[in-house]
């Protein structure tokens, strides 16, 4: 028995969780404990529920009501509020409106007429497959193990075989009301089912309790995962027919390769982000003989198809002669051809009312010896999609160690992802925000602007790479900001300015994580105080070397990856109100800052063929949260105001011409506004952030 399959599925179902909870409350247990393993259900597929006895809010009488998980949601994260509610006699009445499969779009649009208690939440389209089946509790989910059984040639035989008498099968249709009523008739008919295996698509089982029909659904899918281990050809998909390459080699040539892709499927009003997985099942399959056979199928169960579209591109690339500049060369032929096949699949399988035809660049990418690269919109969204084809890598794999594995039709797949009502549900999806699909890497992330900016960036939907040199400081800000704004979005890497090797592998990083940078943020800082005839080589040093070679570096590299995805990009530098005006007793700082201003507007000139902006914010005595004012340059200015340390921020703001102090967060929306969208026309631009300097006035 493999390893793979000898994993138990853990019955997760605690008496204490489960006590003092409502029925809603048990289902939501239920459905979260399903959702939290992705050998059960992928992100968002699926669903659960429950046939509840309700007060009805009008006539006060008890009333069965379906709580059922609502359109677009996710039963492993979703709250007691993701349930669509529906009185059950007005869906049973349903029925009798229904006139045969033209009018499944229809009934969709009826469901809202049988909503309890004015839920808003949106019905699914699996609401008939809950509502008709005559058990109080019902889960459908997609579990690798069972549809590699449903997706096999002979699916229905291998069901009776696994499952004998306990479980039903219907052949492959896409999910609707007649095939709830199907699902209904069926269970009806066959008290002793406890389930039914759905061709090509999932698993619906059932029960009268939560607790039962939890623990049904992890006994059928355990007995199929088993039942595979026994029964699989070994190895696995033919055995390797490549070799996998090294762990450093494929970090390596997938970065370069990341930016690469992702320069070539990216369009300034649809950047892509992505993500790389070197999984062992995904080297299992990349590498292995059947990968040419079996990856043009695409998938099969409906859910997986819609997150990796119609099959895969298989890059063309032999990992014993790994040749990277080759594999880059060909990739706009390859891409050409993907976009070519993707819409001949169109014109072939459209209808007078489909949609227009999306995006057609592929999703997944698949490499030989070096793994699986998948790109989206932002981060979580292509995270998932490779889930979802590591589910679909299982479910081919399961499927040919026992038969013949079957991909969904190209018509039914077309019909899927052009329904009309999949249209509906992307169209109620909100706008993009304005740096969705936009990556950005911060220098001195971990300081009080740092991390301020990060945030900025964040609520206006970038992927952020926080850089620091302070590896405690730069846990504890990834931890805070991912705990606000999810942990698909942030990333952070130790890096030093000063040093050239540094600053290459923090891009590196970048590249890795998300396939390439937009935005970079040049914020390391250094303060220093101290007379020009007391001022130390090494300090004059620290300063050039930090805030001049060291954003002279940071931004080179920039310019490098930038101009190797052809996206353009912006460049901000974070200097300070002291590189246009000159302070006593700082000359490396001044100095340093005014370097730093001067490079910025140098490279603005550079860049702009490239697309490349480059500006500067200049901030004053950002004192809350700053780094470089928690040690002896806040004592020095203060002995050099001749001021306590505690009385320094308000001797500022009365300096200031606006009577105002300076926070991270107001330097923050400076820099936001340069490094995106509303600036996309301003280069080689100086902000201040002083609260009003009359000496720093640039003009």
């Not at 009008?58 to 677009?72: D, I, R």
């Not at 794999?397 to 190209?410: D, E, H, I, K, M």
């Not at 040199?469 to 890497?493: H, N, P």
């Not at 306590?644 to 105002?660: F, G, I, N, P, T």
């Amino acid at each position: 028995m493999t390893a793979r399959h000898a994993d138990r599925l853990p019955n997760l179902w605690r008496e204490a969780d489960a006590a003092g909870l409502d029925e809603a409350g048990l289902l939501l247990l239920r459905s979260n404990l399903l959702g939290s393993d992705l050998r059960i259900t992928n992100f968002g597929g699926g669903n659960t529920s429950a046939k509840i006895i309700e007060t009805d809010p009008l006539t006060g009488a008890p009333v069965t009501v379906l709580w059922v998980k609502g359109s677009g949601g996710d039963i492993g994260s979703m709250k007691r509020d993701g349930f669509a509610t529906l009185y059950m006699d007005k869906l049973e009445s349903l029925k009798g409106h229904y006139r045969g499969l033209a009018d499944e779009d229809r009934m969709v649009g009826l469901f809202e007429h049988c909503t309890f208690n004015l839920n808003p939440r949106a019905t699914s389209i699996d609401t008939a497959l809950h509502g008709f089946v005559p058990h109080k509790h019902v889960d459908h989910v997609h579990a690798d193990a069972v549809i590699a059984l449903a997706a096999s040639q002979d699916a229905e035989r291998l069901t009776r075989e696994v499952y004998g008498a306990e479980i039903g099968f219907l052949p492959w249709q896409r999910p609707g009301f007649d095939l709830g009523l199907k699902l209904g008739t069926m269970a009806t008919a066959h008290p002793e089912y406890v389930g039914v295996v759905l061709g090509g698509h999932g698993l619906f089982t059932w029960a009268e309790t939560a607790q039962d029909c939890y623990e049904a659904t992890l006994r059928i899918i355990q007995k199929a995962a088993d039942w595979l281990a026994e029964n699989e050809r070994q190895p696995a998909f033919g055995g390797p027919k490549t070799l996998v390459l090294d762990t450093a080699t494929r970090t390596q040539l997938a970065q370069s390769l990341m930016v690469a892709v992702r320069g070539r499927i990216s369009t300034p009003t649809s950047p892509k982000i992505g993500h790389f997985t070197d999984a062992p099942a995904v080297l299992d399959f990349v590498c292995s003989h059947e990968l040419a056979a079996l990856a043009p199928l695409g998938t099969s169960c409906p859910d997986h198809f819609l997150r990796t579209k119609i099959c895969p591109l298989v890059l063309e690339f032999d990992p014993a002669a790994p040749d990277l500049d080759k594999l880059i060369a060909g990739l706009d032929a390859a891409i050409a051809d993907y976009r070519a096949t993707y819409g001949a699949y169109y014109e072939a399988c459209r209808h007078p009312n489909s949609p227009a035809m999306r995006d057609a660049n592929p999703v997944i990418f698949l490499i030989p010896g070096l793994g699986m690269m998948s790109f989206a919109r932002d981060k979580a969204t292509a995270r998932i999609a490779a889930e979802f084809y590591v589910n679909a890598i299982n479910v081919m794999r399961g499927a040919s160690g026992v038969s013949t594995y079957v991909g969904l039709p190209r018509q039914e797949a077309f019909d899927i992802e052009y329904w009309l009502l999949e249209e509906a549900k992307l169209q109620r999806m909100p706008k993009p925000k304005p740096l969705t699909g936009r990556v950005a890497l911060i220098t001195g992330g971990a300081g009080g602007i740092g991390a301020a900016v990060a945030a900025r960036l964040l609520k206006d939907g970038a992927c952020v790479l926080l850089a620091d040199i302070d590896e405690a400081a730069l846990k504890q800000a990834q931890a805070a900001l991912a705990s606000g704004f999810g942990a698909d979005q942030v990333r952070g890497t130790l890096l030093d300015v000063t040093k050239e090797s540094s600053v290459i592998a923090g891009y590196d990083v970048v590249a890795r994580e998300y396939g390439g940078v937009d935005i970079v943020i040049s914020n390391a800082g250094i303060a220093s105080a101290a007379p020009v005839a007391e001022t130390s080589l090494a300090l004059w040093q620290s300063n050039m070397d930090i805030l001049a070679t060291g954003y002279f570096m940071v931004a080179r590299q920039a310019f490098r990856l930038m101009q190797q995805q052809n996206m353009g990009g912006s460049l901000v530098f974070v200097a300070s109100k002291n590189g246009l005006a000159a302070s006593p007793g700082a000359s490396a700082y001044c100095t340093a800052k005014a370097a730093e201003i001067h490079l910025a507007r140098c490279l603005a000139l550079e860049g702009a063929a490239f697309g490349i902006r480059v500006n500067t914010v200049n901030p004053d005595a950002v004192l809350r949260g700053s780094k470089i004012w928690q040690g002896e340059w806040r004592a020095q200015r203060a002995r050099s105001n001749h001021v306590s340390e505690d009385d320094l921020e308000e001797v500022y703001r009365q300096r200031s011409l606006l009577k105002r102090a300076v926070l991270p967060e107001d330097v923050a929306e400076a820099v936001a506004f340069l490094a995106g969208p509303l600036a996309e026309k301003s280069t080689g631009n100086i902000v201040n952030v002083d609260a009003g300097n009359a000496q720093a006035f640039t003009r």
